[in-house]
């Protein structure tokens, strides 16, 4: 009596889980197409914008006015009045030298080494150039001066109406980046170049610090990869401090190699940015000349076996100088000249193009050192000036 409503409870219920199973089977069917369709879709439509990015790239590259040509009775060393910031004495509470551009000219004209006519004037980077590597965000967080005021370490900048902080600080810096970008053209044309100014590497594509508001270096190589069919640069930093903006911009970039030697108890102790330096050379406080030219060598020797590259930008700080606040390091003013003559044989040698990066140095002395060791260049018959003194 009480099996046949237990049998037909339990019939009711299986049909009627069947029921549900079957609607939900059916319901998600179109569900799960939907969902491959819109990954599909989302997979195409991010590869579309990747590319319709490189192309935005391509065009503000192709279109830029920063490449001009450049008469050979001009030396491919780069220099403007404009690099120097002068800035109602507040320049002056930053250790940089900011005027330590027109000095090292001033220094290579006086000893008679270089005709003042004979020095190119690069353009200043507009706005477009910039958005090849930076995004627009960043690029209007400078229109704050308290951004700007971090980036360079001078905090009453902050207060300072941005159109003057425009003029008188990022005005000279995107004249520098002119420079820079400028140089690798006249390096694959006559073997090297100097840019006076440059060598911005704490600037990244999004974030800026350290003295450096724009990323000068990727710029350059950016350029290189589009306008001079370039496709493999070798990136030789030897700035006392570790080169961390170029070094996320091109994380991971098997185009680009780096060879970083630098002081790694000090700024920017950026240690993400030092899983992506292809060779690390680390060189305490406190080294002497006579070690840190013989881990250059090694280095140098290292680099020469790991990567064939078509373009060299080399990045010479001399705040590696003993005395320097900043770099702590003790190499003696000879020392900074053997180091830049290794560097350019290095380059002559295996006959790459190469371009100089003055980058960073905090001693008034830094000037004529990096004069004495342009000259010594052109006595070894590394570069060639107008009327330079041969060995």
């Known amino acids: 009596m009480n099996f046949i409503p237990k049998l037909v409870t339990e019939s009711t219920q299986y049909l009627r889980n069947s029921f549900i199973l079957l609607f939900i089977s059916v319901a998600t069917v179109p569900i799960l197409q939907r969902n491959h369709s819109s990954q599909t879709s989302l997979s195409m439509s991010s590869s579309s914008s990747s590319s319709s990015k490189d192309d935005v790239q391509r065009n503000r590259i192709i279109s830029s006015k920063l490449y001009f040509d450049v008469p050979v009775s001009k030396v491919p060393l780069i220099y403007s009045e404009s690099y120097d910031i002068a800035f109602l004495g507040l320049e002056k509470l930053h250790p940089f030298d900011s005027s330590k551009w027109g000095r090292i000219c001033r220094f290579l004209t006086s000893f008679g080494v270089l005709d003042k006519k004979c020095i190119v004037e690069p353009l200043e980077a507009s706005n477009d150039d910039l958005l090849?590597?930076?995004?627009?965000?960043?690029?209007?967080?400078?229109?704050?001066?308290?951004?700007?005021?971090?980036?360079?370490?001078?905090?009453?900048?902050?207060?300072?109406?941005?159109?003057?902080?425009?003029?008188?600080?990022?005005?000279?810096?995107?004249k520098q980046v002119g420079g820079t970008i400028l140089a690798a053209k006249l390096?694959?044309?006559?073997?090297?170049?100097?840019?006076?100014?440059?060598?911005?590497?704490?600037?990244?594509?999004?974030?800026?610090?350290?003295?450096?508001?724009?990323?000068?270096?990727?710029?350059?190589?950016?350029?290189?990869?589009?306008?001079?069919?370039?496709?493999?640069?070798?990136?030789?930093?030897?700035?006392?401090?570790?080169?961390?903006?170029?070094?996320?911009?091109?994380?991971?970039?098997?185009?680009?190699?780096?060879?970083?030697m630098y002081n790694?108890?000090?700024?920017?102790?950026?240690?993400?940015?030092?899983?992506?330096?292809?060779?690390?050379?680390?060189?305490?406080?406190?080294?002497?000349?006579e070690e840190y030219l013989q881990k250059l060598d090694e280095a140098l020797e290292v680099a020469r076996h790991r990567f064939d590259p078509e373009l060299i930008v080399y990045n010479a700080g001399t705040d590696i100088l003993e005395g320097d606040p900043l770099g702590r390091l003790q190499i003696s003013p000879e020392g900074v000249a053997l180091r830049d003559e290794k560097v350019f044989r290095f380059a002559r040698e295996k006959n790459i193009p190469i371009i100089m990066l003055t980058s960073g140095g905090y001693m008034k002395s830094s000037a004529r050192v990096i004069a004495d060791s342009i000259?010594?260049?052109?006595?070894?018959?590394?570069?060639?000036?107008?009327?330079s003194p041969k060995a």
């Open 264 to 289: 790694p108890g000090i700024y920017p102790l950026d240690y993400e940015a030092r899983n992506y330096i292809n060779q690390k050379v680390e060189v305490k406080s406190g080294t002497l000349t």
């Open 132 to 174: 090849v590597v930076h995004s627009e965000s960043y690029l209007s967080s400078l229109k704050e001066s308290s951004n700007v005021a971090r980036i360079t370490e001078v905090a009453p900048v902050a207060l300072v109406p941005n159109f003057l902080v425009q003029q008188k600080v990022l005005f000279p810096f995107r």
């Open 187 to 260: 390096a694959k044309e006559r073997g090297w170049a100097i840019n006076v100014g440059g060598g911005f590497h704490h600037c990244s594509a999004e974030n800026g610090g350290g003295f450096c508001a724009y990323a000068d270096i990727s710029l350059c190589i950016h350029f290189a990869f589009v306008r001079l069919n370039v496709s493999r640069v070798m990136i030789i930093d030897l700035d006392a401090h570790q080169g961390n903006g170029h070094e996320m911009d091109f994380a991971n970039d098997k185009r680009v190699y780096i060879l970083d």
């Open 375 to 387: 000259v010594n260049l052109s006595k070894k018959c590394l570069i060639e000036i107008n009327d």
